[in-house]
């Protein structure tokens, strides 16, 4: 399969529903291999072209040249997450450095935003990687994501604040943390491999539930909660009008360059 294309999606459990197809393989038009890795990694074999298409954080598209984002499917909140977490041993409005998980430049991007423009404070950014005991030998409070973050939420004893629930609460918008990103010479029928794997998770959904909690350590009832509440996978208007206002603040902020989001809709 040297004629492959490459698609790249999120290897953490909030992708599940959005990759079960691709990952069993389902038929396309075309040739394609799929691998999953942390949302930074996708973006960035994104942009050096080797894939075609990959799930990436939405604070990746404005250094994303030649990819646009697609516009119908991604993971959005429009509450809390318990899996994007500012976890801090001071108030927030003292905090001075903060540890930021690598994995993700959209939750980073977004606690910085959120401290600066909410709470006052640009602290000093340290990259770090979990558990979150070492993140925080370093830092005043750290940026944790995904199944790490998912698994010591409501038990570090510290201050937690949820990103996205700040978010919705801040400006009344969804908060969307990945989309599909499209490079612009990838061949067309994405879009429809990229609904199709999605109708494959829930047409599958009973079986896979206890599979994905199995793999990712997680309790069957909190996987079961965390993807058929906590999180959706449909991008409609308001959840691209939270997406361009979370990129025009992170750039106006400093936070972010300055790009516009180009949709794509012929994926």
């Known amino acids: 399969m040297s004629d492959a294309i490459g698609i790249v999606g999120v290897r953490f ?4 529903p959005l990759l079960a197809g691709l990952e069993a393989g389902i038929d396309a038009p075309f040739p394609y291999r799929f691998e999953a890795a942390e949302p930074s990694v996708c973006a960035e074999r994104l942009a050096r072209g080797e894939s075609a298409a990959g799930l990436v954080p ?12 697609w516009p119908a499917l991604g993971i959005a909140s429009r ?13 927030p409005e003292r905090i001075e450095t903060l540890a930021a998980h690598t994995a993700s430049h959209t939750s980073i991007a977004l606690a910085r935003l959120l401290l600066a423009e909410k709470w006052g404070v640009r602290p000093h950014v340290v990259p770090a990687s979990p558990p979150l005991e070492t993140m925080l030998g370093r830092a005043d409070a750290a940026v944790l994501i995904g199944d790490p973050a998912f698994k010591v939420h409501g038990r570090t004893g510290l201050r ?45 959904w009973e079986r896979l539930i206890p599979a994905w909690a199995s793999v990712h350590g997680v309790a069957e009832s909190d996987t079961r909660r965390y993807l058929e509440q906590a999180l959706f996978f449909r991008i409609g208007e308001a959840e691209r009008a939270g997406m361009d206002a979370f990129l025009r603040r992170a750039r106006d902020s400093g936070v972010l360059p300055s790009r516009e989001a180009v949709w794509r809709l012929d994926a």
């Not at 939405?58 to 984002?69: E, F, I, K, N, T």
């Not at 609460?169 to 499209?182: K, S």
């Open 58 to 69: 939405v604070a990746a598209l404005p250094v994303l040249d030649g990819v646009s984002p």
């Open 160 to 204: 937690e604040i949820d990103l996205a629930a700040a978010w919705v609460e801040w400006t009344g918008l969804p908060f969307v943390f990945a989309v599909w990103g499209v490079r612009r010479d990838a061949p067309d029928g994405l879009g429809d491999l990229f609904h199709r794997s999605l109708a494959y998770a829930e047409g599958h």
């Open 13 to 16: 459990l909030n992708a599940r």
């Open 79 to 91: 509450h809390e997450t318990t899996s994007v977490l500012l976890v801090s041993r001071v108030p």
